[in-house]
Structure formats: C-alpha cells, structure tokens
C-alpha cells in the first residue's frame, strides 16, 4: 500500500453505513484555499432531529447545531453544540462542546493540546464515542492544521487515550477523521491514523462528494468552508428544514 496515495473520500463513505461523526481539513488542489468540512449523522430519533446554522452578529463564522423540532428533545448534552468557532488567528472544528474548551484555552495563551488534556471521550456508554477536533491555524500567511481524537482505553471506558497529528499542508491533500469505523453495537470506535483523501478546488465540489456519498438514512448535516486570503466561501447543507 502506497501511505502518500491520496484516497477520493467517496470511497470510504460509500459503503459505510455510520462512520459518524467527520472532520476533513486540507489545501484545496490549486493550493489557493485551506480547506475543511464537518458532518454528523444519526441513528435514533434524538441525534436525527438536528439542524446547521450560522452564528449571527460578531462571529458569523460560527456554526451551531440545533434542534430540528424543539419539543422532540430528549438529551441535549452531546447534541446540541458549536462544532465551528473561530478565535485569534485559529479555526475550532469539533464533534462537541470542546469547541468552547479549546477556545477558552487559546484565549488563555495556551494550546490545542492543553485543552484536549482536560476533556475525555463521552459519556455514552457502551459506545463511549471518542472526542474529534480539528483546529487550523493562520499565522502571518502561513496555514497549518492538526487532527485531534480522545478515546476509550477499553470497552469499560476506565481511561482515556489521547492522540494528536499535526500537518503540513500539501495541495490537493487532506486528512480524514471520524468517530466510527462502521456501525454496529456497540459502536466501533475509530483506529488508526486520520485518512489520507483528495481536496478538490472548490468548497461546492467537496460539499457535493461528500453529501452524496454519506449514508442516505443516517446523514444529518454538513459544513464545508474553503478559507482563501481571509475570505471564506461556505456551503451549509441540512436534510430537515432549510
């Protein structure tokens, strides 16, 4: 197997019914963009009823989930978040509140992985789901990116494993991670390294390969944002409502 061969991510949504939740970051092929995506999917009624939106006022940049039907909520706690926040010269992509940890952290002057150090998988037993974070970094010109996951040490969740992956970025190269290798149950968490995939040109064409390679039953939301001389262009998809 070639480990510097760029896989189209289609071709490992496809036939995976439930990888999860995802984040993907890269430099788009033209090496003009910084580039990255955030889905989540869902099996019961509770993590099916959600909706992407836009922050408003200072942080427009900000993505927060909310519920689709308000009075069908049962647990908030690990489904209703902001997987995207900016702060400093940083973008937060996460899986769940961590967002707001990482953020407060790097408000603090510390760092990415100071932050995750406090925060474990959660508490959803037996699945234990692992914790993915993404941050992308913009300094002076220069763009660089790290993968985040905090997992389950065994199937009783008594610790907690913690692994992080930094970058550098490479046009037309992203990095992969999502929180489940395939359905089942309990759910198998995700191993091994974030996945090696093909970024195209485009915030659209990645938007649309990964939208309709994802699961039609269990596909939820997507986000997907190419950053060019500060400028970001986005795409937003939701499967209930607009």
Known sequence: ???YQNQPINALLENNAYPGRGIVIGKSADGKSAAFAYFIMGRSENSRNRVFRYGSGE????VTIYPFDPLKVRDPSLIIYSPVRSVNN???VTNGDQTDTICDFIKEGKSFEQAL???CFEPDAPNFTPRIS???NFDKGAFGYKLSI????DENGSACNRFTYSYAPIDGVGHFIHTYNCDGNPIPTFTGE????QIPNTAQELAKTIWESLNADNKISLYVSYIQNGKEDKVLINKYGA
């Open 59 to 62: 942080d427009k940049s900000e």
């Open 90 to 92: 940083s973008i937060i």
């Open 150 to 153: 905090l997992k389950s040490a």
């Open 134 to 136: 993404g941050i992308l």
């Open 194 to 197: 974030p996945r090696r995939v």
């Open 1 to 3: 197997m070639n480990v």
């Open 117 to 119: 150090e406090s925060r």
